[in-house]
C-alpha cells in the first residue's frame, strides 16, 4: 500500500464518546499534519508533528490530542466534542520544509452527534 | 494579516479553457501552490510556483507574479473529470501556520 492511510473513512460519535483517528504514511516522509475542513472555511491546520516534534497550535482545542508515536503514524484522539466539531478530518504528510508539497488521506469524515 | 482569495464556483464546456484567478496576502512569500480535491476523495498536489511565470504541466499551467501577489491556474481542453474544487495556498513565512490556504474555486464542467 502506498500514500497516506487515514482510518476510520466515517465516524459517528455522541458529545460524551471518546475515539481516536488514525493515519499512516508510506512515502518516508518526516512531517505528519492534522488539518480540519469545514464547509466553505479554508483548509485549517491543527497540528504538525517534524521529526517526531510536535509543533504546538493554541488555537485547537484541548478536547482534541494528537499523539505521534514515529515518522510513519499519527492520531488524533478525540473526546467531549462539541457539534460544531463536525468536519472532514485531513491526514498529510511531507519531506519537511515549508516548500515540499503535501500529500494527503482521504479524510475521516467526523459526525459529533 | 494572512489572506487568500479565489472565486468560489466557475463552470465551463467540456473542450474549453478555464483561468481559476488567487490573490494572496502573506507575511513573507514563499511560494504557491495549487492543489485539486474531487468531492469525497483528498487534495492532490498540482504545482508549486516561486519566481514570477508561466509553469505548464500539460493540460494544467500555472502562474505566479509576485510583485502583484497574484496566481492563476490555467486549464486547457477540459473534460468532465476536470469537475473538481481547486485550492490555491500561499507559503508565508511568519506565524504557526505558514501554509495559508483559500477557501477554493469549485469548477463544474459540462459536456
Known amino acids: 500500500e502506498t500514500g497516506v492511510t487515514q482510518t476510520p473513512r466515517h465516524l459517528v460519535m455522541g458529545m460524551t464518546n471518546k475515539k481516536s483517528l488514525k493515519c499512516e504514511q508510506h512515502l518516508g516522509h518526516n512531517a505528519m499534519y492534522w488539518y480540519k475542513q469545514s464547509a466553505k472555511k479554508p483548509l485549517e491546520l491543527m497540528f504538525v508533528y517534524s521529526l517526531e516534534e510536535r509543533v504546538e497550535n493554541n488555537s485547537v482545542p484541548s478536547r482534541f490530542s494528537p499523539e505521534c508515536p514515529n515518522s510513519s503514524h499519527l492520531f488524533l484522539h478525540l473526546h467531549t466534542l462539541q457539534p460544531e466539531d463536525s468536519a472532514l478530518y485531513l491526514c498529510?504528510?511531507?519531506?519537511?520544509?515549508?516548500?515540499?508539497?503535501?500529500?494527503f488521506g482521504n479524510g475521516t469524515r467526523l459526525t459529533v452527534t | 494579516g494572512q489572506n487568500i482569495d479565489q472565486p468560489t464556483e466557475m463552470t465551463a464546456t467540456e473542450g474549453a479553457i478555464v483561468q481559476i484567478n488567487c490573490t494572496y496576502q502573506t507575511s513573507g512569500f514563499n511560494g504557491l501552490f495549487w492543489y485539486q480535491q474531487h468531492a469525497g476523495e483528498a487534495p492532490t498536489f498540482l504545482s508549486y510556483?516561486?519566481?514570477?511565470g508561466l509553469e505548464e504541466k500539460g493540460r494544467f499551467s500555472s502562474f505566479l507574479s509576485r510583485s502583484k501577489g497574484y496566481s492563476y491556474l490555467l486549464l486547457k481542453e477540459l473534460q468532465m473529470k476536470d469537475s473538481a474544487s481547486y485550492l490555491c495556498?500561499?507559503?508565508?513565512?511568519?506565524?504557526?501556520?505558514?501554509?495559508?490556504f483559500g477557501t477554493g474555486t469549485r469548477l463544474l464542467v459540462s459536456p
Open positions: 498529510a504528510s511531507s519531506q519537511g520544509g515549508r516548500n515540499s508539497p503535501l500529500h
Open positions: 495556498a500561499a507559503v508565508g513565512d511568519t506565524g504557526f501556520q505558514k501554509l495559508v
Open positions: 510556483n516561486v519566481l514570477d
